[in-house]
C-alpha cells in the first residue's frame, strides 16, 4: 500500500499522492503482524443510552461495525439518528469505508469497490496500491459525522479519519511509520465523500480529504 489516507502526502495514507515518500522505523513498541488476509466480522449495537440499530429495505443500517483483515481493525461508526432518505446511502457509506480499510490491510484493491464507486473513484484508491510492498496493522477509523440529503439527488457526508494507530509493514516483516513530504504524520483526515443517487446503482462519486482534526 502506498500511503494510508491522505490528499497530497505518502503512503500509509490510501487517497494521497503517488510522490515518494518517507518513512520512520519503530520496531520496539509497535504490534507485531498477524499475516492472513481473511476477515472476522463483528457489529455491536450501540449503547444503550443511544437508539437501536434500524433497517432500510433489505440491509441492516447499524451504528458501529467492525471489521478485522489481518492485523487491521476496521472502524466505522455513523450518526445517530439518520433520516429516513439517508440510510440507503449510509448503508452504502459504511460498505465503502469497510472496502477501503481491506484495500489498506491487504495492499490490494477490494473488488466490491467497483460496485460502490465511481470508476474515477476507484481508480483514486487502487493507485496507491503497490503490489508486493507493504500492508498496514492497527486500527482504523472511520466517523461520519454529518449527513446531508437531497432527495433523488445525491448525499453528501462529512467523515472524520482517525489514522493515527495505523502501522505499516515491509515484505521482510519489519514495522515503519509512513511520514509526508515534509517529515510529519497525518494521524487525523476530514473527509468529505458524495453519494450519488440519480442513477441505476448509487455510488461514492466523490471523495476529497484534508489533513486536519474533526
Do not use: W
Not at 448525499?155 to 489514522?163: E, H, L, S
Amino acid at each position: 500500500m502506498k500511503h494510508a489516507l491522505a490528499t497530497a502526502t505518502c503512503a500509509a495514507l490510501l487517497l494521497g499522492s503517488l510522490t515518494a515518500c518517507g518513512s520512520s522505523d519503530s520496531k520496539s513498541t509497535l504490534p507485531a503482524y498477524t499475516g492472513g488476509s481473511t476477515p472476522s466480522a463483528t457489529t455491536t449495537q450501540p449503547p444503550t443510552t443511544a437508539p437501536t440499530a434500524t433497517r432500510s429495505g433489505p440491509a441492516p443500517l447499524l451504528e458501529h461495525t467492525t471489521y478485522t483483515y489481518g492485523g487491521l481493525k476496521v472502524v466505522v461508526n455513523l450518526p445517530a439518528n439518520i433520516p429516513a432518505e439517508s440510510r440507503p446511502s449510509m448503508i452504502l457509506a459504511s460498505d465503502f469505508f469497510q472496502g477501503v480499510g481491506k484495500t489498506m490491510a491487504e495492499n490490494t484493491l477490494d473488488p466490491s469497490l467497483t460496485k460502490l464507486a465511481s470508476p474515477k473513484v476507484v481508480k483514486y484508491i487502487g493507485g496507491a496500491v503497490v503490489p508486493g510492498s507493504v500492508q498496514a496493522i492497527g486500527s482504523l477509523i472511520f466517523t461520519i459525522r454529518q449527513v446531508q440529503t437531497v432527495v433523488g439527488a445525491s448525499t453528501r457526508a462529512t467523515v472524520c479519519v482517525d489514522q493515527s494507530k495505523v502501522i505499516q509493514v515491509r515484505k521482510d516483516g519489519s514495522h515503519f511509520l509512513d511520514v509526508d513530504n515534509k517529515g510529519k504524520r497525518i494521524p487525523m483526515l476530514k473527509m468529505t465523500g458524495t453519494i450519488s443517487q440519480g442513477m441505476t446503482i448509487p455510488q461514492m462519486t466523490r471523495l476529497t480529504s484534508v489533513a486536519e482534526a474533526c
